[in-house]
């Protein structure tokens, strides 16, 4: 029997010689010549949507626009940006017709693809009926979605209070976790990210994150984040992933560098916080602007318990991981093997809709009661309405569990491609939560310089596939597509990166070519 990789490469060959689509500036045709890069060809695998022409302002004067009426802090990607205009499931549409895979799900947003017809088909009989009341009045959909979302949870993470962004369901945590403990303080990894609020700020541990504003750390403190790759500990076996570091270590029945980081989160404890008077720890369960990190096995069930004992709450930040992106759970927490005290979530949760939502139990809600607290558009029928599709489809269409097949078959494929080129230093995540990281020096893991990593995924952009960028540095590639991806999709994109680094690696001589090449 061939293995699968073999039988996925023959399956893509068979399709492609038979019916495909290429990628070109006249947009989508079955006739139109392949991309190129040197003697490469790349052939977007078949669409059957057909998209409507571009109607809108012109190139020029959507980049005017946004010059001089949109806030600077509106960064485009690459050096020429796209102009998105349209989407279809795991595919986007630029002004000119070019038809782009998206890898990147809107900044892990789109859950189970872009303008899916079920989701849409919600949204607009909501839209005719009701748009918005504010909770001052009952309407039936916000009661109808807060039962089948809680549901999804373990234990008695039974209360769910519904909001509009990631930044906000954090910032509400804080808020709870303060007010239920009543004391102050709460940790955070160094590289994590859990919004842009004032209030959350602090929390997000990233220099390039961070203004310089008074206040922005009142009662935050930042540990040691645990990166088994990057970080002063990490082996060969520490990470809930089909692929594991090239860093080695004798662990067996325990894990070292858990081990020790876990030691350094106590030392924290015993020198940095007031005894027995902890508000709350937060987490990502993997964590995704820092560039798909994940810990070593074990550690977030330790700290949850070390949180505990000294009076705090354990908050998990399922923002990215949740709604089935890790493939193996529901949620990313499931997979650390313990229960928080409270969930966050958005991003996934709406599929692009502004959704967001806290879930925890009935004792800590009701802190809330202490005074008024509000929030005008939170759990709208038109967004309970979204949330309630988004749930039907991850269940009818089986897509956590096509996150966990396609998203091994593509990490174990990822794993591979590793070993061709030098400048893929850690292959790293779970279903489709994945990050590849590019590496000037593989021994060292220094990161690879700005240039090359912009070089590489503009490129790639050109061949029509898209990546998001994230870690400190900006040398993670982040891959994150919509759920409803399939081993097709993953075979572009493999084929995509072969090409591109390859073109890459055979350039002049480089600074970064200073470990030997694998084969």
Not at 241 to 269: I, K, W
Not at 411 to 434: C, H, N, P, T, Y
Request: net charge neutral; charged share 20%; glycine share 10%.
């Amino acid at each position: 029997m061939m293995p699968n990789r073999i039988l996925a490469h023959t399956k893509r060959v068979l399709l492609r010689s038979t019916t495909s689509q290429s990628w070109s500036s006249k947009g989508l045709s079955s006739k139109a010549a392949p991309v190129t890069v040197n003697d490469g060809q790349i052939r977007m695998p078949e669409c059957h949507h057909n998209q409507a022409a571009y109607d809108g302002p012109s190139y020029q004067k959507i980049l005017e626009t946004r010059r001089t009426h949109l806030t600077p802090n509106l960064l485009a990607h690459f050096k020429k940006p796209l102009v998105i205009h349209a989407g279809h499931m795991q595919w986007l549409y630029d002004h000119e017709g070019r038809r782009y895979l998206d890898m990147f799900g809107g900044i892990v947003t789109v859950s189970v693809g872009h303008c899916h017809p079920k989701v849409n088909q919600a949204l607009s009989e909501q839209i005719a009926k009701l748009w918005h009341t504010t909770n001052i009045y009952m309407h039936p959909k916000i009661h109808e979605y807060a039962e089948r979302l809680v549901a999804k949870f373990p234990g008695n993470l039974k209360s769910v209070c519904f909001v509009n962004s990631g930044s906000e369901a954090n910032d509400l945590a804080m808020l709870m976790a303060r007010l239920h403990t009543g004391n102050q303080d709460i940790l955070s990894f160094r590289n994590a990210y859990h919004g842009m609020s004032p209030y959350t700020m602090g929390l997000t541990a990233h220099s390039t994150w961070r203004f310089p504003l008074p206040g922005v750390n009142n009662g935050l403190v930042h540990v040691m984040n645990p990166d088994p790759y990057q970080g002063i500990w990490g082996g060969s076996a520490c990470r809930d992933s089909p692929v594991q570091t090239t860093r080695q270590c004798e662990c067996q029945e325990s894990c070292h560098a858990g081990d020790a980081y876990y030691n350094e989160l106590e030392q924290t404890f015993k020198y940095s916080l007031p005894r027995g008077k902890v508000a709350a720890m937060f987490a990502e369960s993997i964590q995704g602007v820092g560039g798909t990190v994940q810990f070593p096995k074990g550690y977030l069930k330790r700290a949850a318990a070390l949180v505990r004992a000294n009076g705090g709450l354990f908050v998990a930040d399922e923002v990215q991981t949740g709604f089935g992106r890790t493939g193996e759970h529901f949620w990313g927490f499931e997979g650390h093997d313990y229960v928080p005290d409270i969930v966050t979530m958005a991003k996934g949760i709406g599929n692009g809709f502004p959704l967001a939502a806290v879930v925890t139990t009935p004792e800590i809600a009701a802190s809330l009661g202490q005074a008024l607290h509000f929030n005008t558009y939170g759990g709208n029928p038109m967004a309970s309405a979204v949330g309630i599709a988004v749930l039907d489809v991850i269940e009818e269409e089986q897509l956590q569990r096509n996150s966990l097949e396609v998203g091994t078959y593509f990490l174990e494929s990822l794993a591979e491609l590793q070993q061709r080129f030098e400048i893929v230093g850690d292959v790293r995540g779970k279903g489709l939560m994945i990050g590849l990281e590019l590496v000037g020096d593989r021994e060292k893991r220094t990161p690879l310089a700005t240039p090359h990593v912009l070089e590489i995924w503009e490129t790639c952009k050109d061949l029509g596939v898209l990546f998001g960028r994230g870690g400190l540095h900006g040398n993670v590639l982040t891959l994150r597509p919509p759920l409803c991806v399939n081993i097709e999709n993953m075979e572009l994109v493999l084929e995509t990166l072969d090409t591109v680094l390859k073109q890459h690696m055979t350039k002049g001589p480089r600074s970064w070519r200073s470990t030997k090449r694998t084969h």
